[in-house]
């Protein structure tokens, strides 16, 4: 394997990360081919979930793991402003929602909704 340097003064841009982690899982794999243990598809999409929280946590935009079907999940990248529109729409639902339940309770619709 490669020698993964990692100075204690220098600060690296992602693909950098990426590179190293990229070669260290490079390396697991080459030496774990004759190891029999067997892990479920819990196991993985709970080790690529807890990977991407780290990531989102450290740039901007987010990864993350989507059902397209039954057993099937794709890494899927919002930027932040697909997650502003989002938390947007989310709000005038709640608000449409919230007035809904209060027309329905007392007969008149708030104005604000």
């Known amino acids: ?5 990692l100075g ?3 600060t690296y841009t992602l693909a950098e990360v990426v590179d190293a982690v990229k070669q260290t899982l ?3 794999s080459k030496e774990s081919e004759q190891n029999t243990l067997r892990y479920s598809a819990e ?3 709970w080790l690529l979930h807890d990977m991407l929280r780290y990531v989102n946590r450290n740039i ?3 990864f993350a793991l989507w059902q397209t079907k039954k057993g099937t999940y794709r890494v899927t990248y919002r930027t932040e402003n697909t997650g502003q529109r989002e938390a947007g729409r989310k709000l005038k639902a709640d608000v449409r929602q919230t ?6 309770l007392t ?5 604000w909704g």
């Open 26 to 28: 490079d390396a697991v």
């Open 99 to 104: 007035a809904d339940y209060l027309a329905e």
């Open 60 to 62: 901007p935009g987010e």
């Open 107 to 111: 007969g008149r619709r708030p104005p």
């Open 43 to 45: 196991d993985v999409y």
């Open 1 to 5: 394997m490669n020698d993964i340097v």
């Open 8 to 10: 204690e003064d220098k």
